[in-house]
C-alpha cells in the first residue's frame, strides 16, 4: 500500500512538471521569441485557458503527500519553509501579472507585468530544480525525520546543476507548446529556439548524469541504470530531429518523454525513501516510517484517484474547447 | 460578522424590491448605500477567520492538538518575521493596486466601464 502511494505521488508530481511545465517554460522564452506587444499577448493566451488548471496538480501533490505520508509532510514543510514561502510568492507575482497585466492602458506597466510574468516564472523553475537536486542528494534529518540543515546547504553545486536542466528543459518544452498554440512569427522563432536548446540539454544531462553516478549511492537496479540514460537521450534526439524537420506534436512528445525518463530515474533513485538522508541516505524517512495507518492511505488513495480523475475530464474539455490555434 | 451579515440580508432585500419595482437606478439614497457597504463584505470575511482561529486557541486541531506543540522546531524566529513583512508587503502592494482598480472602474460608472471594454458590469 505505502509503495503504491509514493507511485501515486511521483504521478502526481511527474503530470504537474509536463503540464505546468509548459506553462512556465513559455514564460521563460517569452523574451526571446515574443518582440511585439502582440506577439507577448499570444504567448501568455497560449497558455491562459490550460496554467491555473494545470496548478492544481501542484496543490494535488500537497495534499497527496498530506494524506498519504503526514511525517514527510511535516518535515519537508517546515525544513524547507523559506524556498517554499519563496516559492508561493513567485506563484503570486506570476497570477497576479496575467490577470492584472490588461487592466493597465500604459506600456511601462504592461513591461513591467511582462518581466514579473517572464522572471517569477524562470526563478520557480530554478527553486523546483534545486529542490529536486536535493532530494535526490539527500538532506540532513535527526532522529525525527526533521531536516537540521541551514538555507545554505540546499545551494550546493548538485542542486544547481539540476536547477540548470530544469530551465533548459522545461524552456523547450514550453517552445514547443508555443509552436502548437500559436500562428506566426512567434512559433518560428521558438522551433529555431528548440533546436538550440536540445544540445545544450544534451551537455548538462550528460554532466548531471555523470555526477548522479559518481556521487550519489546508487539503490536502482544497474539496468534500470543502463536503460534510463539510453532512452533519454533517444528522446532527446526524436525531440532535436522532429523539431528541424518542422514535426511539433512528435517533438511535444519527445520532450514530454524526456521529463517523464528524468522524473522516473529520480524516483527510482529515492524509493523506498521520500526525503533520503545526508551523508548516509539510509538516514532518510523511507515510505514505511511517513506512511499514515492503513486505513488512512486506503482513504486517502481513492479519494486523490477519485479526484484526479474530475480533474483530467475538465483538462481534457479545456484542451478540447481551446483547440484552436492562436492567431497574431 | 454576524451583524454585518444581517444588514447585507436586508440591504439586498431591499435592493431586489426597488428592482423588482423598476426604480433601483432612480433611488439614489440606496444606490449610495450600495456603494457604501462595499468595504463590508471584506471586514465580515476576516472577522470571520479571526472568529475561528482565535476562538480555537489554545488549540491546532481542536481537543487534538495544541498549537505549542504544532510550531516547527527547526523554522527560526528570524524566518518566521521574513516572511510575515514579506506577507504583508505582498498584500499591501495589492491592497493598493486593489483600491486603485476599483475606484477607477467606480469613476468610470456603468457606460464607461461598458465602453471601457473590460466587463464592468459583470465583474
Given at each position: 500500500m505505502s509503495a503504491a502511494a509514493f507511485w501515486l505521488l511521483a504521478l502526481i508530481i511527474t503530470v504537474y512538471v509536463l503540464l505546468d511545465g509548459y506553462d512556465l517554460g513559455i514564460a521563460t522564452i517569452t523574451p526571446l521569441v515574443a518582440r511585439t506587444p502582440s506577439e507577448r499577448v499570444a504567448s501568455m493566451r497560449a497558455i491562459g485557458p490550460y496554467w491555473n488548471a494545470n496548478e492544481v496538480w501542484l496543490i494535488a501533490g500537497g495534499g497527496a503527500l498530506f494524506a498519504l505520508f503526514p511525517k514527510a509532510y511535516a518535515s519537508a514543510f517546515s525544513g524547507f519553509y523559506l524556498p517554499f514561502i519563496v516559492a508561493l510568492w513567485l506563484f503570486m507575482v506570476r497570477g497576479i501579472a496575467m490577470e492584472l497585466r490588461?487592466?493597465?492602458?500604459?506600456t511601462i506597466w504592461r513591461d513591467f507585468w511582462d518581466f514579473s510574468f517572464s522572471a517569477s516564472s524562470t526563478v520557480l523553475i530554478l527553486v523546483f530544480g534545486v529542490t529536486i537536486g536535493n532530494l535526490l542528494r539527500g538532506v540532513p534529518l535527526d532522529h525525527d525525520g526533521y531536516f537540521t540543515g541551514t538555507?545554505?546547504?540546499?545551494?550546493n553545486p548538485f542542486a544547481g546543476l539540476v536547477a540548470i536542466l530544469a530551465v533548459l528543459a522545461l524552456a523547450a518544452h514550453g517552445a514547443l507548446f508555443l509552436t502548437l498554440r500559436v500562428e506566426g512569427p512567434p512559433a518560428e522563432r521558438a522551433r529555431v529556439l528548440v533546436v538550440r536548446l536540445v544540445p545544450a540539454i544534451f551537455v548538462v544531462y550528460v554532466v548531471l548524469t555523470v555526477a548522479v553516478f559518481s556521487t550519489i549511492a546508487l539503490r536502482s537496479a544497474p539496468a534500470a541504470r543502463a536503460i534510463l540514460p539510453f532512452l533519454a537521450i533517444v528522446a532527446l534526439g526524436v525531440e532535436l530531429f522532429a523539431a528541424l524537420g518542422g514535426k511539433p506534436w512528435i517533438a511535444f512528445g519527445a520532450s514530454c518523454a524526456f521529463l517523464v525518463l528524468l522524473l522516473f530515474g529520480a524516483a527510482v533513485e529515492m524509493y523506498p525513501y521520500l526525503l533520503p538522508g545526508f551523508?548516509?541516505?539510509?538516514?532518510g524517512l523511507s515510505v514505511l516510517e511517513a506512511g499514515a495507518s492503513p486505513a488512512a492511505l486506503a482513504t486517502a488513495l481513492a479519494v486523490s484517484i477519485a479526484g484526479l480523475c474530475i480533474v483530467v475530464a475538465y483538462a481534457a474539455y479545456a484542451a478540447r474547447a481551446m483547440r484552436a490555434k492562436i492567431s497574431l | 460578522m454576524v451583524g454585518l451579515g444581517t444588514v447585507f440580508v436586508a440591504l439586498m432585500a431591499l435592493a431586489a424590491v426597488l428592482l423588482w419595482r423598476n426604480v433601483l437606478f432612480r433611488t439614489r439614497p440606496v444606490l449610495w448605500l450600495l456603494m457604501l457597504s462595499m468595504p463590508f463584505p471584506y471586514i465580515a470575511n476576516e472577522a470571520g477567520w479571526v472568529t475561528t482561529e482565535v476562538g480555537r486557541q489554545p488549540w491546532i486541531v481542536y481537543g487534538l492538538m495544541k498549537t505549542t506543540a504544532g510550531?516547527?522546531?527547526?523554522?527560526?524566529a528570524g524566518e518566521t518575521i521574513f516572511t510575515i513583512i514579506g506577507f504583508c508587503g505582498m498584500y499591501f502592494m495589492l491592497g493598493v493596486l486593489f483600491l486603485y482598480l476599483t475606484l477607477r472602474e467606480i469613476g468610470l460608472g456603468p457606460d464607461g466601464a461598458a465602453a471601457h471594454g473590460n466587463g464592468g458590469a459583470t465583474a
Open positions: 490588461d487592466h493597465f492602458a500604459s538555507f545554505g546547504f540546499l545551494l551523508p548516509e541516505r539510509t538516514m | 510550531a516547527s522546531a527547526n523554522v527560526a
